[in-house]
């Protein structure tokens, strides 16, 4: 062997000095074998655990817009159902509300309604879905919010604000259920 260098052929006991200062771990060894499969089960453990959380978190905002949304009623002029975007995000968080308690129901009831790849299936599009459409309908009526409080800042302007707040902190708990569904779909074998 020459060293590039100074073109000076190096000895083969010093490559292989230098080889025997590096500790590696090979897979006979088992160390990082064990290390690599603890983390994934970890791993798999926060998933387990974070993924009814985030549906429950994403049922518990979905309902509070639903029921904020639907006490908006103030008189002439200041009830939700005279404006479209508000009646759009009542009806979106009355299908998250209901998708969501379904899904929270699944995974606490423990039954298997569909087959296991039909269920995973459902839960990553099911919570993509409805993850958009809750920011949708949040971001349709954000603008009448604002034009509304442009002119004063009333408890009918409050209320629809809160009710946007709570779509969007829905939206927020879906999208992370959706990378939690992603993932279990990614790591889930097929054969």
């Excluded at 453990?45 to 994403?58: G, T, W």
């Excluded at 459902?122 to 919010?145: C, H, K, M, N």
């Excluded at 902190?169 to 990378?179: D, G, P, R, W």
Aim: proline share 3%; glycine share 4%; charged share 20%.
């Amino acid at each position: 062997m020459t060293n590039p260098d100074n073109m000076k052929p190096v000895d083969d006991v010093e490559a292989a000095a230098t080889t025997e200062k590096t500790p590696e771990t090979t897979p006979a060894s088992g160390t990082s074998a064990f290390s690599a499969i603890t983390q994934r089960w970890k791993r798999e453990d926060l998933i387990k655990k974070a993924s009814p959380i985030s549906r429950a978190l994403a049922l518990l905002f979905s309902l509070l817009a639903f029921i904020i949304m639907v006490s908006n009623k103030h008189g002439y002029g200041r009830n939700f159902d005279d404006y479209e975007e508000y009646r759009y995000v009542l009806a979106i968080a009355i299908i998250s509300t209901l998708y969501t308690a379904w899904q929270t129901f699944v995974h606490f009831s423990k039954k298997e309604f569909f087959e296991r790849r039909t269920s995973m299936l459902i839960d990553f599009s099911g919570d993509q879905i409805v993850a958009y459409l809750l920011i949708s309908a949040a971001s349709s009526a954000i603008p009448l919010t604002n034009r509304f409080r442009e002119g004063q800042d009333n408890v009918f302007t409050d209320s629809a604000a809160s009710a946007i707040s709570m779509a969007i902190f829905a939206f927020v708990a879906l999208a992370l259920s959706a990378l939690f569904s992603g993932y279990k779909l990614s790591t889930h074998s097929f054969i």
